[in-house]
């Protein structure tokens, strides 16, 4: 068996309130393999959000360990996260978080800008993903001149154009139509079909179902880990 991509060891997140400590997490462990497609469920304040703020290292766990493709990311300093995040994570958010005034193609080409690509490479990388997600004909397009459905799309090839280790969706579909949201599931199960690691949190269970395996959270607890 090849070895966890992802690994959470005992990892805990607390918060100081004025004078109240919040255990978001309180000693969560759990290993995802490479290609792995992952949906993490939970009512609200369970710890999803902190949880994925930990998996996309924007954060820090207070105790334990964090090991992404091996690293100890755990108690990085905000530099060396933020190129952990730029080379081997990918991020696709409910509300797209497309830049208004770029085009589809450059929109997608924006991590690729961060890491100094040459200009000609990342508009190729581009061009090719826009394509992947039926985005072709768009090239030229604004987010405001586009579905909501489109806009995720964008989304997903922007996350997809570092080829990262990781890709963390956060309530993908949660801003699309019924059948929007089933288009961009089927996106997703394409990745998982090609050996992409996903990792999705959602509040749907249509979506939870959707993949492979489920981790429920209650009160920054995992209650259970489910293969489908």
Same mark, same amino acid.
């Given at each position: 068996?090849?070895?966890? +991509?992802?690994?959470?060891?005992?990892?805990?997140?607390?918060? /100081?309130?004025?004078?109240?400590?919040?255990?978001?997490?309180? %000693?969560?462990?759990?290993? +995802?393999? $490479?290609?792995?497609? &992952?949906?993490?469920? %939970?009512?609200?304040?369970?710890?999803?959000?902190?949880?994925?703020?930990?998996?996309?290292? @924007?954060?820090? $766990?207070?105790?334990?360990?964090?090991?992404?493709? %091996?690293?100890?990311?755990?108690?990085?300093?905000?530099?060396?996260?933020?190129?952990?995040?730029?080379?081997? !994570?990918?991020? &696709?958010? /409910?509300?797209?978080? @497309?830049?208004? /005034? !770029?085009?589809?193609?450059?929109? +997608?080409?924006? $991590?690729?800008?961060?890491?100094?690509?040459?200009?000609?490479?990342?508009?190729? #990388?581009?061009?090719?993903l826009a394509a992947r997600v039926g985005l072709a004909q768009r090239l030229d397009h604004k987010p405001f001149e586009l579905s909501g459905g489109q806009q995720q799309r964008v989304a997903i090839a922007r996350a !997809?154009?570092?080829? $990262?280790?990781?890709?963390?969706?956060?309530?993908?579909?949660?801003?699309?139509?019924?059948?929007? %949201? #089933?288009?961009?599931?089927?996106?997703?199960?394409?990745?998982?079909? /090609?050996?992409?690691? @996903?990792? &999705?949190v959602t509040h749907d269970p249509t979506v939870g179902k959707r993949a492979r395996r489920t981790l429920r959270l209650c009160d920054g607890l995992i209650e259970s880990d489910v293969r489908h």
């Amino acid at each position: 068996m090849s070895a966890p +991509i992802v690994k959470f060891k005992d990892v805990t997140k607390t918060y /100081q309130m004025g004078p109240v400590t919040v255990e978001a997490l309180r %000693g969560v462990s759990f290993a +995802i393999e $490479p290609g792995e497609y &992952i949906s993490i469920m %939970g009512s609200s304040g369970c710890g999803k959000s902190t949880l994925l703020n930990l998996l996309g290292c @924007l954060d820090r $766990p207070t105790t334990g360990h964090y090991f992404l493709g %091996g690293q100890d990311v755990s108690q990085m300093d905000d530099d060396a996260l933020s190129a952990v995040r730029g080379a081997r !994570l990918g991020f &696709i958010f /409910q509300s797209y978080n @497309l830049i208004q /005034q !770029l085009s589809v193609v450059e929109n +997608i080409e924006v $991590p690729l800008y961060y890491q100094d690509w040459p200009e000609a490479a990342s508009r190729e #990388v581009a061009h090719k993903l826009a394509a992947r997600v039926g985005l072709a004909q768009r090239l030229d397009h604004k987010p405001f001149e586009l579905s909501g459905g489109q806009q995720q799309r964008v989304a997903i090839a922007r996350a !997809l154009v570092n080829d $990262p280790l990781v890709i963390l969706a956060d309530e993908p579909t949660g801003n699309l139509d019924s059948a929007s %949201g #089933v288009e961009i599931l089927k996106i997703f199960d394409e990745l998982h079909a /090609q050996g992409k690691t @996903l990792i &999705i949190v959602t509040h749907d269970p249509t979506v939870g179902k959707r993949a492979r395996r489920t981790l429920r959270l209650c009160d920054g607890l995992i209650e259970s880990d489910v293969r489908h």
